[in-house]
């Protein structure tokens, strides 16, 4: 099977295409064939040994795929070879083949589509999780997304919509915010051009913010965090910006608000029920229209080096999908 391997940390360049044999399942272990593979942000860290799991060399990133069970480990129940999974793997699904816990998988809906399946589960589960659990918002608040246009930023506004909520979308530009309105967004801040804190004061008459998403960090953490209301919650997602922002202790203790931490790839371990009953209220939501994954590039499993400085350039709208060979 072909495979993009990680040999040295370094770079998207650094990353080198290869054929490698079949992996064989283990006890409680599926092998997929991968058609599919989503492109997300912890993949740029785990190949330069910036992420929480370093897995022992050479190794694929990728973390969620959509394809077609191949085999079966001993002491797998529940599943079938031909069966269409979605599958959290962590790592490894930059590849045509790959292994997931059969207890990481998911039936794919039967009008789901490759493409559409590995763009869901990272982005929305993470946006989920962080709405509804971390946050626990509620129907009328107000939810700020800064990077709204991206894969979790542009979930996090449909979910927002999908639970009740006003959402305002900030982004970088208008074209990205033109995409943010479309799904859903009821307002917008371009903070490329518009002060970030004069403008959320404008939008919400000076009352500031219940919720802020923020997977960007850098220079936007603070000017939101100064911008919540009374009983807010900021939630710290990730740091696309590059730049972990240093906040200071004592605008949480002025405004009352919670700085709270999202990391949806600990509580699918911790808590798998919840984890699982969370993907299965999304997939509801899904077939009645309230999600509509944004899928703005696909490339072939071969130009994954391409698909990965995209998303770090920030030229990537939603999601980007990697496809192996022969998928439409």
Known sequence: MKAVLCKAYGPPESLVVEERPSPQPGPG??????????????????????????????????????GV???????????????RVIAATTWGGYAEEVLAEAGRLIP???????????AFTLTYGTSHHALKDRARLQPGE???????????GLAAVELGKAMGVRVIAAASSDEKLALCTAHGADATINYATQDLRARIKALTDGRGIDVVYDPVGGDLSEPALRSMAWNGRFLVVG?????????PLNLPLLKGCAIVGVFWGAFT????????????????????????????????????????????????????????????
């Open 29 to 66: 272990q599926v092998r997929v064939g991968v058609h599919a593979c989503g492109v997300n942000f912890p993949d740029t860290l785990i190949i330069q040994g910036n992420y929480q799991f370093k897995p022992e060399m050479p190794f694929s990133p990728g973390g969620e795929v959509a």
């Open 69 to 83: 069970v191949q085999a079966l480990g001993e002491g797998v129940t529940g599943y079938a070879v031909g069966d």
């Open 142 to 152: 107000t939810l700020l997304v800064l990077g709204a246009a991206g894969g979790v």
């Open 269 to 328: 371990r911790n808590e798998p029920e919840r984890n699982a009953a969370n993907l299965q209220e999304l997939l509801l939501w899904w077939s009645e229209g309230k999600l509509k994954p944004h899928v703005s590039a696909v490339y072939p499993l071969e130009r994954a080096v391409d698909a990965l400085n995209d998303l770090v350039h920030r030229r990537v709208q939603g999601k980007a999908v990697l496809v192996t060979e022969g998928q439409p």
């Open 239 to 247: 740091f696309a910006a590059g730049r972990i922002p240093s906040l």
């Open 108 to 118: 794919m809906p039967a009008a789901m589509d490759f493409r559409t399946a590995a």
